[in-house]
């Protein structure tokens, strides 16, 4: 079974504290996908890794890749209440384009 | 340009009653994903569609569940007959399916189930 182990399923930190939150597999991944999506509403994507130990930023958040390409990691400093959502990590599995999925990290950011 | 189209956004229903979901994905999009959502879980994948053809469908429960893509355009997804435990959000997502790309999906609104 291949899966994408998320953590932490839940957190709830005051405005301007950092996180971070990560995405573990046994797996290898072609690319790791990281998506917000807020009530009511599908995900979105934030962001594409591909290569190993790659980092990208966008604003506030630093999403990395390892350099096995089996895990990945997202960092928000000083995190805003607008960063409230669920956050979830997908990687492409290159042998079936297959996309697999981890179970959410529920993010509160409280003002 | 518009986005993945899902209709209905709602839908209440009683157990043992059938249920359709539509989708429209995005122009030129190739491959059509149904997925579904319990609250504040990741998505599970019911199908996937690479144009009219279901390339993966291992997921989705035959019994009580259907979906077809004709054309290779739109979709529908069909439960019939609903249980208790089929109430959840039904989301649609597409992807213009170039196996050489990094398989970004975009998703539709997602239509919420809840049978009673």
């Known amino acids: 079974t291949q899966l994408l182990e998320q953590s932490p399923q839940f957190l709830s930190i005051q405005e301007g504290e950092n996180l971070t939150v990560y995405c573990n597999s046994s797996?290898?991944?072609?690319?790791l996908q990281w998506y917000r999506q807020e009530p009511g509403e599908g995900p979105v994507l934030l962001v594409t890794?591909?290569?190993g130990g790659e980092v990208k930023k966008l604003k506030r958040l630093t999403f990395q890749f390892g350099d096995a390409r089996k895990d990945s990691s997202l960092h928000i400093t000083a995190a805003q209440p607008g960063d409230t959502g669920l956050y979830l990590c997908?990687?492409?599995?290159?042998?079936?384009?297959?996309?697999?999925w981890g179970a959410g990290t529920k993010l509160i950011i409280k003002p | 340009e518009a986005g993945v189209v899902q209709s209905p956004r709602y839908k209440i229903i009683e157990k043992k009653q059938p249920v359709a979901f539509w989708c429209n994905p995005i122009?030129?999009?190739?491959?059509l994903y149904w997925y579904l959502q319990n609250l504040g879980q990741g998505p599970e994948l019911l199908i996937r569609?690479?144009?009219?053809?279901?390339?993966?469908d291992s997921q989705l429960p035959k019994d009580r569940f259907s979906a077809e893509r004709l054309k290779g355009v739109d979709s529908t997804l069909k439960i019939q007959p609903a249980e208790l435990g089929d109430s959840a959000v039904y989301l649609c997502?597409?992807?213009?399916?170039?196996?050489?790309?990094?398989?970004?999906?975009?998703f539709g609104e997602g239509s919420r189930l809840t049978v009673l």
């Open positions: 997908a990687g492409l599995k290159d042998s079936n384009y297959q996309l697999i």
């Open positions: 997502a597409s992807s213009p399916g170039n196996r050489e790309g990094t398989g970004e999906l975009f």
């Open positions: 569609y690479e144009n009219e053809e279901a390339v993966d």
């Open positions: 797996s290898v991944f072609s690319s």
């Open positions: 890794v591909v290569t």
């Open positions: 122009s030129g999009h190739n491959t």
